[in-house]
């Protein structure tokens, strides 16, 4: 299992697809079904492809993918604190560019 993460200007439902597709066809090309655990944002559903692409597209893609949304309250938050607060004192508390923010996450 691999984890990613990635930074983009903004956080609509096209940036949030292109993830996605990434994660698809570059990270697990081979997988019949990538499991993504997202949060309960309006961007995170899966009838955003369909905004994105040709129908045809869309639904080919719909079919690799299974969402798992987190719980509003949770253990899950605690989590999503910590990695918050590493990327806070490591990354975000200075102006970075986004590319050398994306290496840094690499990293």
Same mark, same amino acid.
């Given at each position: %299992?691999? +984890? /990613?993460?990635?930074v +983009? #200007?903004?956080?609509?439902?096209? &940036?949030?697809?292109?993830e996605w597709?990434?994660?698809?066809e570059?990270?697990?090309?081979?997988?019949?079904?990538?499991?993504? *655990?997202?949060?309960?944002?309006?961007?995170?559903v899966i009838?955003s492809?369909? &905004?994105?692409?040709? *129908? @045809?597209?869309?639904?080919?893609?719909?079919?690799?993918? &299974? %969402?798992?949304? /987190?719980?509003?309250?949770?253990?899950?938050?605690?989590? *999503? #604190?910590?990695?918050? +607060?590493?990327?806070?004192? @490591?990354?975000?508390?200075?102006?970075?560019?986004?590319?050398?923010?994306?290496n #840094?996450?690499? *990293?």
């Amino acid at each position: %299992m691999k +984890s /990613t993460t990635a930074v +983009s #200007e903004n956080r609509g439902r096209c &940036e949030q697809v292109y993830e996605w597709v990434f994660l698809l066809e570059d990270i697990y090309p081979h997988a019949p079904k990538v499991h993504l *655990a997202s949060d309960n944002l309006n961007t995170h559903v899966i009838s955003s492809l369909y &905004e994105a692409f040709p *129908a @045809q597209k869309a639904r080919q893609l719909a079919r690799r993918i &299974e %969402m798992h949304y /987190t719980p509003k309250h949770g253990s899950w938050l605690n989590i *999503a #604190e910590i990695q918050i +607060s590493i990327l806070s004192r @490591q990354c975000l508390c200075r102006r970075i560019p986004i590319a050398i923010l994306n290496n #840094e996450l690499l *990293a």
